[in-house]
Every structure is written in C-alpha cells, then in structure tokens.
C-alpha cells in the first residue's frame, strides 16, 4: 500500500485566498484525522471521521476552517479565508477503527506558508 | 481533562546512553498509550504502545514504563543510537474513541 496521500505538500499563499489540503488514507481505513502541527501549539487534532461522518470538530479553529470526507477514500480540507496564523504543517492520519486497532497512520504532511 | 504533559522538551545524551522522557495525563478514561517518533520533513510514526492493564512493555531497544496511579507514563530508549535522534511525541486516547491527545514532544539528540 501507498500509505495514507497528502497534496500539495507545500502551498504559499496570500492572506485571504481559500486553500483546499487533500488527502487520500490508506484503503481500508475507516476513520480519519486532521492535525495541525506549530512549533508553539504541537500536534493538534482539528478534526476526526469514522465512516465518513464527522464525529469531533471541536479542535477546529474557527468557521474558517472546514472538512470533508465525500468517500472513504478521499478527505479535504479547507481554509477560507486564510491568514498568516494558519501557517503550519497539516497532516492527515488514517487507522483501522474499531476494537483495539488506535495504530494512526500518518502522511507526510503538507506545509502551509500565508503570507 | 483532556492534557498530555509531556517532558523533557530537548534531550541530549551520548551513544549508548538511556535517554528518558515522561507523560502525565489527566484523565482516568483514557485507555490507550502510544509514543510516535517524528524525524525532520516526515510524519509522525507509531513507536511503540501500551494498555493499562500492563505496567511495562519493551519492543527492542524500546520500552514503555506505565504507572497507573500516578497517571504516568516514560519511554527509555536503551543504548541510544545516532539514528535514534528524532522528536518523540507520547499521546493518550480517551475510550472507545480512537482519537489521540499529544504532549508537546520531546527533541532527542544522541551524540555520536
């Protein structure tokens, strides 16, 4: 298996401009994290899927900030508008779910710069 | 409480030696232990993990000591390596959820 996909891996972008981040898990996984990782804050979950239902939002930041996840193998999200604060690296996790399988998957990550 | 404190934040030690770093969660619900080891440019990787049912594990060189009273958990990396110089992140997952809290991550160095 390829692993759990992230694009783009580097995004720059100007304040107030949308930024979509994608990520494709690993096939057969059936819940789904968004992190956000800074230097002052650490590793951030902002949101977490099972089955493609949202299940916790409650580390998303602000109505900018928004996901989905249309199938199970494909997840987004999405800042409108963007601000120089939102830079950081987003990753996307996928794990097994259910019974004893936590193990999180991570991708490489795509590295946010709003300048 | 949904807090991981994680320490120290930098560590260095020489090749061979037996760097440790601690957690401290504090909520009682929470049922799964996890350490992750981030290298620069990569995501984070599961290292080694526990249950709270046992007080100790070892994987190799890894073992993860867990105190259920204190609510604390370390990792010891025994006989360090060059290559073992990384950021390790311990995390804690709330029941039946899934979803893991992180401590802030600890930057280990092992010197040649």
């Known amino acids: 298996d390829a692993g759990v996909i992230q694009s783009p891996r580097h995004e720059v972008t100007e304040m107030g401009q949308e930024v979509t981040l994608r990520c494709k898990p690993i096939s057969g996984h059936n819940s789904l994290f968004w992190y956000r990782q800074t230097m002052m804050r650490g590793l951030e979950l902002l949101i977490y899927?099972?089955?493609?239902?949202?299940?916790?939002d409650s580390g998303m930041p602000e109505d900018r900030f928004s996901a989905k996840m249309p199938n199970a193998s494909f997840s987004t999200l999405k800042i409108q508008p963007s601000e120089p604060r939102d830079s950081a690296v987003y990753f996307c996790?996928?794990?097994?779910?259910?019974?004893?399988?936590?193990?999180?998957?991570f991708g490489p990550g795509t590295r946010l710069t709003v300048t | 409480q949904q807090q991981v404190k994680q320490s120290p934040q930098s560590l260095i030690v020489q090749k061979g030696g037996i760097p440790i770093i601690n957690c401290a969660y504090e909520n009682t619900a929470f049922d799964y232990f996890p350490w992750y080891q981030q290298f620069p440019g990569k995501g984070p990787a599961l290292l080694i993990a526990?249950?709270?049912?046992?007080s100790e594990k070892k994987e190799g060189r890894f073992t993860i000591s867990f105190n259920k009273s204190a609510k604390q958990f370390s990792l010891h990396i025994m006989d360090s390596q060059p290559g073992d110089s990384a950021t390790y992140f311990c995390a804690s997952s709330p029941s039946n959820t899934g979803k893991l809290i992180f401590g802030q991550g600890t930057t280990l160095q092992v010197k040649p």
């Open positions: 996790a996928s794990t097994l779910g259910g019974g004893n399988s936590y193990e999180q998957y």
């Open positions: 526990i249950r709270p049912d046992v």
């Open positions: 899927f099972n089955n493609n239902v949202p299940i916790d």
